[in-house]
């Protein structure tokens, strides 16, 4: 099981124990992920790094000074 975090500009868009798909965008030299439907985004992560499942199930909400960030599990 891997988790990985991803930023949330608001609440209530998803809840604990949602599924949910994400895409993966390129940039020159890294890769990214968004939840679908552009409701929260990753950072950037390396070749190494990169998530290979394409939906995952939400194990966490937290709100905090920078924003509001999900926790989504994998299997991987």
């Known amino acids: 099981m891997r988790q990985e975090d991803f930023k ?6 998803v809840n604990v124990g949602d599924r949910v798909e994400i895409t993966e965008g390129k940039l020159p030299n890294a890769w990214y992920y968004t939840v679908e439907p552009a409701v929260a985004m990753s950072g950037n992560y ?9 939906e995952g199930i939400v194990k966490d ?4 000074d920078r924003g509001f960030y999900i ?6």
Not at 46 to 54: D, G, M, V
Not at 71 to 76: G, I, L, N, S
């Open 71 to 76: 926790t989504v599990a994998f299997d991987e």
């Open 46 to 54: 390396t070749f190494r790094e990169k998530i290979k499942s394409k």
């Open 8 to 13: 949330m500009e608001r609440p209530g868009l």
């Open 61 to 64: 909400i937290k709100e905090t």
